[in-house]
């Protein structure tokens, strides 16, 4: 194990003529000891990109295009730029020949997490959940589960609701699912809240920390 700060990938947003994230998850990440550093959703790159990161985080954004899972798309959402959507497919299959290498999901990155493990997603919660309007317009709500109990931030309109082989570790008080684990794996974890926003340090920096404890350990 070496002293160098391991180096930890954040995915970003296609935004033409640009690539875009927001600074927040590169703060945490450098806060958690960390290497920030943002990957181009480049689809064929994403393998090499994969293998130089020693950890990953999975932001949010937009919402799945919904045909690459043979599903007819929500007229309510807003489907995520194809070029991402498809970047991230490839990271998560990198991500599943080294099983070792830990990954964290936010929001849009949870959803992908779920579905690429056989998931189900409810593409517009509104239709199904009174209680919808907690989870948007980045309002604060309470989870609890394996995870700890606390107030979250969150900014949703859909989640998963059913996550495949991974584990449901957090939930909302609604019944909304709020997050998702491999246990097959050190550190895969999928939240459907914002923990670079959280204030909470359990359910918000600390899971940045951990992220980047099992990054180290591989460098």
Request: some cysteine; hydrophobic content about 40%; proline content about 9%.
């Amino acid at each position: 194990m070496s002293n160098r700060r391991p180096i930890i990938g954040i995915t970003c947003d296609v935004s033409e003529p640009r690539f875009q994230v927001g600074r927040a998850y590169a703060d945490r990440v450098w806060a958690a000891g960390g290497l920030p550093m943002v990957l181009p959703c480049i689809p064929s790159a994403a393998p090499d990109l994969a293998s130089l990161c020693d950890g990953l985080v999975l932001t949010g954004g937009d919402d799945p295009i919904m045909a690459d899972w043979g599903q007819p798309q929500h007229p309510s959402t807003t489907p995520v730029h194809p070029q991402r959507q498809e970047f991230e497919r490839a990271i998560l299959t990198a991500l599943e020949r080294t099983a070792t290498k830990p990954a964290l999901g936010v929001c849009l990155g949870m959803q992908f997490m779920g579905l690429h493990a056989g998931g189900r997603l409810n593409q517009y919660l509104p239709d199904t959940l009174a209680t919808a309007g907690d989870h948007w317009e980045r309002r604060q709500h309470p989870i609890s589960g394996e995870l700890g109990r606390g107030l979250v931030q969150s900014h949703h309109r859909q989640a998963i609701d059913n996550p495949g082989t991974m584990k449901v570790v957090a939930l909302a008080p609604d019944g909304v699912i709020e997050a998702i684990r491999d246990d097959a794996r050190p550190f895969y974890l999928g939240v459907q809240w914002h923990p670079e926003r959280t204030d909470d340090p359990t359910l918000g920096q600390r899971l940045f920390d951990q992220l980047v404890a099992f990054a180290r350990q591989a460098v």
